[in-house]
C-alpha cells in the first residue's frame, strides 16, 4: 500500500538504495529493521527494539507522543543507518484488509470496481481513507480478477507520519502490519510456498496488546483479523495478584524467577488467558479449523513475543488441529553476522517480523 503515494518524491535525489526502514510501532516497542537485497536475497543488516513505557499507548492511542519520538530517534541511532526513508506500519479498528474478485477490464476499471465494491466493507469512512489494492491472480476463465483490499484511516497514518518526521526521519511509505506479516511469510518459505498457499496457513502473531490473525491461501492474504488482546493482560494480572509493579511482572513472567522458574501462581494465569484468547480464536477460525470444512488450513505458524509463552503453542495447535510452527524469517532471509548474535537473532525472529516486513518495501 502506497498511502503516501508520491508526494515525497523529490526527496528522494539522496536515496541510494531503494529499501526502506521498517518502523514498527508496537505496544511494548519501537521496533526498526534495516534490510537489503542483493540478486533475490534479503539481509537483515541491522535492528533496534527500544522499548516503551507502560502508558505510552493505551488501547491504539498513543499517549506519550515525545516518549514515542524519542523512541524512534534512539533506534534511528542504533541502527546506523545513512538513509531516512521509511515504511511505518499501522493496525488497528482503522484499518483493514479485504480479499474480493472483481470483474476484468482495464486497470482503470478494475480501479473503478475495486473503489465500489470496497465502499461496503470499510466501517470507518472511505473519504477520510487511503484505500490501496494489490491484483493478487488473474481468474481467467472467470472474467475476474482476485484482489486484496488495504484500507487506512488517514489520521491514524497521519499522526505516525508526524511523530516520524520529528524524529528525523522521512516517511514515505504506510502499510499495514497484517501484509508485512504476509510478506516476511512469502520470503522465508519460498520452496514450500505453493504448498502452504494451497492448503491454507494461518499464521497468529501475539503481540502486547493485539493479537492479529491471518488466513493465507490462493497467494495472499483470504482473511486478517485482529484480537484486541495480548500479553499486556498476563502482565497486568500478575502485577495486581502479586502486588508487584508493572516492571516486575513482565520480567518475572518472561525470565521467571531467579532460578529462571516459573512459580506455580504465574502459570496458572498464563493458562487462563490462553483459554480466553484461543476462544476468541476460536470465533474468529471456526470456518478454517471445523475438522471435515473444505476450507480448513492444514498448516499453522506463530510469531511475536507472545508467542513464546509457555504452552501457548501446544494450545493453538490443539485449536486449529494441526501442528504449529515458529514462523521464523531467517529461515531465507539472511542476516549480517558481524552484526548479531545468536540470542538477538532468535528474539528478532519472533518480535521482529513485523519491522522486517516494513523493510523489504522498496520505493
Ligand atoms: N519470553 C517471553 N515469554 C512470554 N512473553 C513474552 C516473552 N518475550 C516477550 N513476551 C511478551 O510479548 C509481548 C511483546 O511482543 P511484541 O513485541 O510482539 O508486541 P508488540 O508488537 O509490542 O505489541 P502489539 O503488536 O500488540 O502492539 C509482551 O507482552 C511481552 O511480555
Ligand atoms: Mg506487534
Known sequence: ???????????????????????????????????????????????????????????????????????????????????????????????????????????????????????????????????????IRDIKDQDVKDVLVVAARNDISEKLISYTKEAGLIPKVVDLKSIAISNVFEQAYPDRLDELSENGTIIVDFGAQTTTVIVYKNNGPVLTREIPYGGVLITEEIQRQMGLSYEEAEDLKKSGDENGNLPEEIMGIIDDKVVSLMEELRKILNFYIAAGSSEQARFCFATGGGALLPGIVETLSELVGVEVEYLNPFETIEFNQKNFSEDEISYIASSGVVAMGLGLRKV
Open 1 to 135: 500500500m502506497s498511502g503516501l503515494k508520491d508526494t515525497l518524491s523529490g526527496l528522494l535525489a539522496n536515496f541510494d538504495k531503494g529499501q526502506l526502514v521498517g518502523i514498527d510501532i508496537g505496544l511494548s516497542s519501537v521496533k526498526m529493521a534495516m534490510m537489503s537485497k542483493y540478486k533475490k536475497t534479503y539481509k537483515l543488516e541491522s535492528y533496534a527494539a527500544v522499548d516503551l513505557s507502560e502508558a505510552a499507548i493505551i488501547e491504539d492511542e498513543i499517549q506519550k507522543p515525545d516518549e514515542i519520538i524519542d523512541a524512534i530517534s534512539r533506534a534511528f541511532t542504533q541502527i546506523k543507518s545513512k538513509q531516512r526513508i521509511c515504511c511505518i506500519g499501522v493496525d488497528g479498528p482503522n484499518t483493514m484488509t479485504k480479499r474480493m474478485q472483481v470483474s476484468d477490464g482495464t486497470a482503470e476499471e478494475v480501479e473503478d470496481n475495486v473503489l465500489w465494491e470496497s465502499e461496503q466493507y470499510i466501517p470507518f469512512g472511505v473519504e477520510d481513507s487511503e484505500i490501496d489494492y494489490f491484483v
